[in-house]
């Protein structure tokens, strides 16, 4: 059977006048995105760097030194970011269309950086803070709020880990320490209405964490090893 | 590291105060995606009123008449896309934010103006046709790409049950118009580099629409119905 | 390690009081429960021998011939919904309660009522018919609207196999008639708002029913076998 | 069977009748679920403030301190379920239609009340003070025997947790008591003979929450910890 039935070419002019438009559209669209993810990939590695030295804390190393090698990653990171706000602002208004593409990343990088600061300050990395750590304090290329909060979850996950551990090394302080941290982190999201399904089921992960310093916060207590008893007035001095 | 362990209440002020803007940013985002859902469940609505005008050319009805009833919505469609846009506009830049809740919606849109548009001309329905017709010409909320090759995609799926219902009533030129016309279609497509995967996918259905009518183009001519034979430049005059 | 540790029996006498009422009552609705499963199986089964005697319609076996075994079940059947409606009885308001546990087994009843009453009028069975036959038309145990409009749509999921088999045995005016009370049917479904996600579901697949009905009126059109050609005035004295 | 194939308007008229009357009756049973679900929400919204001020016992905040907080919610609740009662009584005979929409939520409720009741008076709350709580003590609008197991259950769950918080505070005797609660309320529900597979699951979980605390229980004793020993005669007088 014979399909088009006339001398024509294959398709009219209007049509392919159209789609030859829509092709470079694609191509346009393509090779920005493939731009993105190279940069991304970029990102992931950098922050793999930057892992690997902070995971050493886990074995006891001294603070300092861990966060020295950890923070030199920082700066490496702001640049790839500013190389992707450069990618992505030849695109206005299309931060969003693409922001898929370097969200867990981005994520991820945010935990890293939070579990940093609390290590250095005992504080919560602010989301300003962690803008301004990355370069991102500009208006068309922001960290994006879900984001931030996503990597503070994440970044509870990993404190379970680091209690157990430094009470390990001796360290029968830190327990209370952490504990005091997650509860107050954990009622400040509950003041959140959380109708995001990812973050919400981020959130509420956040819960075992907490359970789980709790338990290690009881062995220690239970065993007399925090030596400080019940009385947290005279700890602030206390260096982990 | 330095634990906090005051006396402070539950959560440290800075927390607390950061954590009060992130639920004021979150209470924003969500009632504001709430606000694009009601304008989408009304376009949803409209859409499915022009649907069921559209359904009677299945059963022969003469085609003005059917497409003076779907035509009245678009009008309708025209007021909720420019209600929508207004509600997305409020926050410059987020378009691609809350896309997903508008897609799906729209793909059926073009798909059903695409189809009208046929019938009506015999031609496709241009992007800018489309874009024109929802009054989504504007540069900061306008109609996605994809989003209307889908759509195209969508029409080219009903063709194959249009082209059954016109040889049953007894249209035996109908095949032969629609396998131009999807065959030109078809080439079109296939001159774009497709890397998304929903489009792609949705372009690969259309090869199945191309088999089928060429199946039913090839009964109309071994019997001897198609009475006009190949040539086809006389038929120009023919209404579809 | 020694779990209770007085002498005062097990539990409290206020608690065991209470869960030994929370006992009775759970083997109440247990035991009824059991009860409303004997008579669904019994359902089951009746429905079974219904459907195996309109199982000959596919071999041409004659109409008359065969909805007289069919119907010889309906007075089985409306005996055990009166069954069934005495036991739910007992528990005044708790029909919805139950209401799982005959659910499928009386969609599958109203399918194969409405295709008996199908083929042997021609119309739609009716609601109100339904419950009529089934002896539900009480007001404390009804035939739930979308167990009804649901047991519509699997009568209609039968269709295109009986069209099949009728043309097959040489009755070419079959599709005709089917198509027009699908098309009817399809509009009429059409007009309401299912949110029911079963329900819309199961609707969506009359679309197909309906397709392939079509094509197969098609190939008796393109085939000169519906000898009435495209005027349908006088058919209505026809028998299938 | 004779085909209707008139030129009756596109449904027949008993049809169209019919499916307009099913239309309404759809939209009925729509937005009388969709009342149901506001209430639920807010219901929902109570609840959380109801946790978020329960939560802090376990961080050794004084109990009436704390209840006073978590009671103040049971009103704004009992309002809620009244409103709710209310929508429901529209349907007379339908509580069991719509009772998944409030289900897990009055299960929440209940964990709650059930914790605050226990931390109050050392006993369980009984489902009839459940009901009268929360203004349910009504013969059309009960508190479903089933969701009050599973809110007991879910109650346990909570346990552990509150115990490991407590030791580690330095009340030594609350293990002891927990366990006692717990395992009473563990052998009270061995009484009933649980078919529905969601509570029978729920309740298995109850196991390892009398694991948990008899560890807990060991813990203290094994320390000499739990100076009172066995003996809880004399204990009657102490609050929890």
């Not at 690997?52 to 702001?78: D, M, R, T, W």
């Not at 994006?144 to 209690?163: A, Q």
């Not at 995001?196 to 310093?213: A, E, G, Q, T, W």
Request: glycine share 6%.
């Amino acid at each position: 059977m014979a399909g088009g039935d006339s001398d024509s070419p294959l398709t009219s002019p209007s049509l392919e006048k159209q789609f030859e438009k829509f092709r470079l559209q694609l191509e346009d669209s393509g090779s920005l995105r493939e731009r993105i993810r190279a940069v991304v990939m970029e990102i992931e590695s950098a922050t793999r760097l930057m892992q690997a030295s902070l995971l050493l804390v886990h074995q006891s190393k001294p603070i300092p030194q861990v966060l020295e090698k950890a923070n030199a990653q920082i700066n490496v990171l702001k640049d790839l970011y500013n190389k992707l706000a450069e990618v992505v602002r030849e695109c206005p208004g299309q931060y969003y269309r693409y922001h898929g593409d370097w969200r867990s990343e981005t994520q991820m990088v945010v935990s890293l950086l939070a579990f940093m600061h609390w290590l250095e300050t005992g504080n919560l990395l602010m989301h300003t803070e962690a803008e301004e750590k990355l370069g991102l304090n500009d208006s068309d290329f922001a960290l994006d709020l879900e984001d931030y909060l996503v990597g503070i979850c994440f970044m509870s996950n990993e404190m379970p880990r680091y209690v157990v551990n430094q009470v390990t090394a001796g360290d029968y302080d830190c327990p209370r320490k952490v504990l005091k941290f997650l509860t107050d982190l954990h009622a400040a999201f509950r003041m959140l209405n959380l109708r995001n399904d990812f973050l919400r089921k981020k959130f509420d992960s956040m819960k075992y964490d907490l359970r789980k310093v709790e338990e290690v916060y009881y062995d220690v207590k239970i065993r007399g090893l925090a030596t400080t008893g019940d009385s947290v007035g005279d700890q602030g001095t206390q260096k982990i």
